[in-house]
């Protein structure tokens, strides 16, 4: 089915009077392709409200915010019973049990294909970058993208590929193309630029202390963090080390363990092995080179009997060792 004819059944799901709600766990790409959502509904629906319930702490999303202006909300700010159609970008219901609480009628998205229940669907696994869909709808329906909103989904597509070395199509790279004509490039240069923060910076010596290295994989776990996000960048730090193919941070944030897993790509993936590892304690999933496991600390608990930091980072050590495997895919 062309972009065209899945445009149709999208539009078919909205009226003039439609007040629409587009929930997001809110990234870079997530961001970019609900304001994409926004852009294709306006003057077509009543009002179109972005909401994200996880926190915002990176220094590159908060910039990205700033820049951009997508117009978000915290999702426990919104009344639910104010809107009648809800959307999801860039993730499947099953992904967080916070999507739980809605029925969506409209799902986008690029993971592997999890949960596809809903009146309309588009999911794309073979694409690196949901905001390489949405760029594909703005063509189909040949809308200009605006300098903010093209700068926006450049973002989306080079966070989620790591700038093309990661789970990139050529659809990825045609639609970078397509976009850079019309991009604010400052905006992109100026969200890049904002990696770190001092706190990041602190934590980071944290985990190059505190690393374990196990057959190129290296460990860290934190224990009780403030911000999840840190894990991630750690994460993706470690795999920059040499000869280090496996990257596995994890910390507790609101009773729930938290685990960023990250490789190389050229082995067993990372997807796969955290759901084989994990997904009977919580949700857990993603690519081949990049995985997120969020645990019930009370399944843990009941496995293991306790869950002190030692422990719990010796038994994700355990565990990954036991599925990671060594072969390539």
């Known amino acids: 089915m062309s972009n065209r004819e899945k445009l149709k059944r999208f539009f078919n799901l909205f009226t003039g009077s439609s007040k629409v709600l587009v929930v997001i766990n809110a990234d870079p790409d997530a961001i970019a392709s609900a304001m994409v959502i926004k852009r294709l509904l306006w003057r077509k629906v009543s009002e179109v409200c972005i909401a994200h319930f996880n926190k915002i702490?990176?220094?590159?999303?908060?910039?990205?915010?700033?820049?951009?202006?997508?117009?978000?909300?915290?999702?426990?700010?919104?009344?639910?019973?104010?809107?009648?159609?809800?959307?999801?970008?860039?993730?499947?219901?099953?992904?967080?049990?916070?999507?739980?609480?809605?029925?969506?009628?409209?799902?986008?998205?690029?993971?592997?294909?999890?949960?596809?229940?809903?009146?309309?669907?588009?999911?794309?696994?073979?694409?690196?970058?949901?905001?390489?869909?949405?760029?594909?709808?703005?063509?189909?329906?040949?809308?200009?993208?605006?300098?903010?909103?093209?700068?926006?989904?450049?973002?989306?597509?080079?966070?989620?590929?790591?700038?093309?070395?990661?789970?990139?199509?050529?659809?990825?790279?045609?639609?970078?193309?397509?976009?850079?004509?019309?991009?604010?490039?400052n905006i992109v240069t100026k969200v890049e630029r904002a990696a770190f923060t001092q706190e990041d910076l602190d934590f980071l010596g944290r985990a190059i202390r505190g690393r374990k290295v196990i057959n190129n994989r290296i460990f860290f776990h934190a224990g009780n963090v403030s911000?999840?996000?840190?894990?991630?960048?750690?994460?993706?730090?470690?795999?920059?080390?040499?000869?280090?193919?496996?990257?596995?941070?994890?910390?507790?944030?609101?009773?729930?363990?938290?685990?960023?897993?990250?490789?190389?790509?050229?082995?067993?993936?990372?997807?796969?092995?955290?759901?084989?590892?994990?997904?009977?304690?919580g949700s857990a999933g993603g690519h081949k080179t990049m995985a997120r496991a969020e645990l019930d600390l009370k399944l843990i608990r009941k496995k293991i009997g306790s869950v002190g930091r030692k422990t719990l980072g010796d038994w994700i050590i355990s565990v990954i060792e036991k599925t990671a495997g060594k072969k390539i895919e």
């Open 57 to 185: 702490s990176r220094p590159d999303n908060l910039a990205m915010i700033e820049y951009t202006e997508p117009g978000l909300m915290v999702l426990d700010d919104i009344q639910k019973e104010n809107f009648n159609v809800f959307v999801v970008v860039d993730s499947q219901p099953d992904h967080n049990e916070q999507f739980s609480g809605f029925c969506f009628d409209a799902i986008i998205d690029h993971h592997p294909i999890s949960f596809d229940e809903a009146a309309y669907v588009d999911i794309r696994p073979e694409y690196g970058a949901c905001s390489t869909i949405m760029t594909e709808y703005l063509k189909s329906k040949k809308i200009k993208p605006s300098a903010r909103l093209a700068a926006a989904l450049m973002l989306g597509i080079k966070t989620d590929t790591s700038d093309f070395t990661r789970q990139a199509s050529l659809k990825d790279i045609r639609a970078f193309q397509y976009l850079y004509q019309y991009a604010d490039n």
């Open 227 to 281: 911000k999840p996000d840190e894990l991630v960048v750690v994460a993706d730090f470690f795999l920059t080390i040499s000869k280090v193919n496996w990257s596995i941070i994890s910390g507790v944030y609101e009773k729930k363990l938290i685990i960023i897993i990250r490789n190389d790509g050229l082995r067993k993936g990372a997807g796969n092995t955290v759901k084989e590892a994990f997904s009977m304690f």
